[in-house]
């Protein structure tokens, strides 16, 4: 039986792709003829206020993309934007046996703005597996801030020391065990697994 009353885990780059990254504005700005310079300088402007929930996907549009008249419409824009994101099967598989375990309580921990937040809880098929989840457009911070993981260890009343929290950026990890919370550095779907079974898990 392992001692950890509550495992977090990050969404984008462990339990799927990542939603709205530098590689995704990519694909978008190649995809629909964007200038990726200044898409970039455009989302680095909003992606604070977007992601913390102070900007709807609307708005964040308004400004990033369509600030000038397109070619292309809206709908279509972010249909390919919310495509871009694919579940990681292998990392669910882990989660769901986890679920599967007496007493481990989960729930993420991640940086999202809120209609891309949604689309993937749903696409994903998270609410399976989590009921509960501290995203930075419903807490109003974002990773690697101290305070969105001090919010989620209060809203929980988890002792730090007997959480864990999974995420595949260090950056992200280091405030997290700053305040006591155990950590894992995912890279793949086996290395998750190997370092959980250590951990006690049964996984």
């Not at 969404?11 to 990542?18: D, Y």
């Not at 990519?26 to 900007?55: K, N, P």
């Not at 419409?73 to 099967?89: D, H, I």
Request: proline letters at 2%; one cysteine or more.
């Amino acid at each position: 039986m392992t001692a950890f009353e509550r495992v977090f885990f990050d969404i984008g780059g462990v339990l799927g792709s990542n939603g709205w990254d530098r590689e995704q504005r990519r694909a978008a700005s190649e995809r629909f003829g964007l200038d990726e310079d200044d898409f970039q300088y455009r989302h680095e402007e909003t992606v604070g206020a977007f992601e913390s929930g102070d900007l709807s996907l609307d708005e964040y549009l308004d400004v990033t993309v369509f600030w000038t008249a397109r070619g292309f419409a809206r709908e279509e824009f972010t249909r390919f934007m919310f495509g871009l994101s694919v579940p990681f099967p292998a990392s669910i598989a882990i989660v769901r046996r986890l679920q599967a375990a007496d007493g481990v309580r989960m729930a993420t921990l991640n940086n999202e703005s809120r209609e891309l937040n949604e689309y993937r809880i749903r696409h994903f098929g998270l609410c399976e597996l989590f009921d509960v989840f501290f995203s930075s457009c419903w807490l109003g911070v974002r990773k690697p801030t101290r305070a969105i993981y001090e919010r989620a260890l209060g809203m929980t009343q988890t002792d730090p020391h007997r959480t864990l929290f999974v995420d595949d950026r260090e950056q992200n990890l280091a405030p997290a065990r700053a305040l006591g919370m155990q950590t894992i550095h995912y890279r793949e779907a086996e290395q998750l697994a190997s370092e959980l079974r250590g951990l006690g898990f049964e996984v």
